[in-house]
């Protein structure tokens, strides 16, 4: 492992236009760049103990600098300058907290400071840790899950909880109590495949990402290949239906990469939660977590796959860089989702997907939308795809192929010959060549001009 301190450790830009109203970072002057976590699980008492070490992008030079995180209800040890929670001391003060946002957490960076460490415990009733009791369960052990998007990250990690702010990160993981050696931790990251005797993981993820892809899940898990890189996660009565039904998962990843490139993580593998997980899917980076409620014996629901796998280009590669516009990252997530079941299943598959959604859409359009989450349900889903890539709402049933797939844009994956210049097919052409370039770009961010939003 390259050492984060290394000069030759790589820096990741941000969206330096792009103001954040839902984080605090951008009030400081300076940015992290990778992050060493050393967390202790404790299912007793439902917290982590935890030390966050972040190595920023450049050490402070000239004077004294300031180092801004995203905190909410997390309960502060000790801040200190350098790679150990033993440090010496750093001066800092958190501001008043916001019931939504939580509190700035402002760090004085002394100057040739490199990394500032933090220790920290959150609270039983951290928005992000969901803690399952056994009965919650497919089987006889307690299980946590996480739950970071969209701003919740900073209720377990004091972070940069912004999406145009990445960062790689490396991990130690240690449970603790009589659950110890008998339950499996897994993160957004390299996985382990067995249970740990010891009770103790090592995650490493060299690919910089946006702190609401950090993940973590700790339950009594089994694991079991699909392919080289593709496999199953879940407790042990789970998993045999799952892998049963996620049998084409590779076949799945192969079709994403015929239409737009290598897929840049390493692995794919699902990890099937219990039932209590409130969400269809979580596009978690190398391990998308999954609702058993999917596992319908026929496999005709894994669309949600399809639409998760999808979001490791469009999202984890390529990401809005604020959740004003998180619309970019479901609805060209929803288009690509739907070429990748076309392409698997044939065009009448996806029109029907097509029409589904659609009246999914106008279902929820007539509701009141009063102070309802934009993170939740279909609302950043559908509309973005309506808005960016299906222009007039088009019914199949009257006028077969008429949406995307066919009217808007060529059936290729190389849209650098594609015609037009509307707003939505330039926007399009965008998100693939930023997806399509060398080395894949994992750094990029997208802001959407207001002018761009216009349907032709």
């Known amino acids: 492992m390259v050492s984060p301190a290394s000069p030759a450790s790589p820096t990741f830009p941000i969206a330096a236009s792009a103001t954040d109203p839902h984080s605090y970072a951008g009030q400081g002057t300076l940015r992290v760049r990778h992050l060493r976590l050393q967390v202790a699980v404790d299912f007793a008492q439902r917290t982590l103990a935890a030390t966050a070490t972040w190595w920023l992008t450049e050490p402070t030079a000239g004077g004294p600098a300031t180092l801004v995180l995203d905190t909410r209800g997390l309960l502060l040890d000790a801040v200190s300058r350098g790679e150990s929670a033993d440090g010496p001391a750093a001066s800092y003060r958190l501001e008043t907290a916001d019931p939504v946002l939580g509190q700035a957490l402002r760090i004085e960076v002394p100057a040739g400071t490199a990394a500032i460490s933090i220790a920290y415990r959150t609270v039983p009733e951290a928005a992000a840790l969901q803690w399952l009791a056994p009965a919650q369960t497919a089987g006889a052990h307690p299980f946590l899950f996480t739950q970071s998007q969209a701003i919740l990250a900073r209720t377990w990690l004091p972070c940069q909880d912004s999406p145009g702010i990445r960062f790689t990160y490396e991990a130690t993981v240690e449970v603790l109590g009589p659950e110890r050696g008998q339950l499996l931790a897994l993160m957004s990251a390299e996985n382990p495949q067995h249970t740990a005797p010891e009770g ?13 892809l950090m ?5 009594r898990l089994d694991f079991a290949p699909l392919s080289a890189r593709t496999g199953i996660y879940a407790e042990p009565a789970t998993l045999p239906k ?12 192969g079709a994403a990469e015929q239409l737009y ?21 979580m596009e978690n980076p190398r391990l998308t977590f999954v609702t058993p409620t999917i596992l319908s014996g026929d496999r005709s629901l894994t669309s949600l796959v399809a639409h998760e796998l999808a979001h490791s280009w469009s999202g984890n590669l390529v990401t809005n860089a604020t959740w004003n516009d998180f619309w970019l990252n479901e609805g060209f997530t929803v288009y ?11 065009s009448t598959y996806a029109d029907m997907l097509q029409v589904l959604g659609e009246a999914d859409l106008r279902a929820e359009l007539k509701q009141d939308i009063a102070g309802l989450r934009a993170d939740i349900g279909g609302w950043p889903h559908q509309p973005g795809y309506a808005l960016a890539l299906a222009p007039g709402w088009p019914r199949p049933r009257r006028r077969p192929q008429r949406h995307c797939l066919r009217e808007r844009l ?13 707003a939505p097919r330039c926007l399009y052409q965008g998100v693939l060549r930023s997806v399509q370039l060398s080395e894949y770009g994992h750094h990029q961010v997208c802001r959407l001009p207001h002018a761009a939003a216009a349907r032709p």
């Open 242 to 253: 799952a892998t049963y039904e996620f049998a084409d998962l590779e076949q799945m990843v």
């Open 336 to 346: 690509f989702e739907r070429r990748i079941m076309a392409h698997l299943y044939g």
């Open 215 to 219: 993940a973590l899940a700790v339950g």
């Open 410 to 422: 060529p059936a290729t994956a190389d849209l650098g010959a594609a015609g037009g210049t509307s």
């Open 200 to 212: 103790r993981y090592q995650f490493q993820m060299v690919q910089p990402i946006p702190a609401y």
């Open 261 to 281: 490139g290598p897929y840049q993580w390493q692995r794919y593998d699902l990890l099937v939660l219990p039932p209590a997980f409130p969400f269809g899917g």
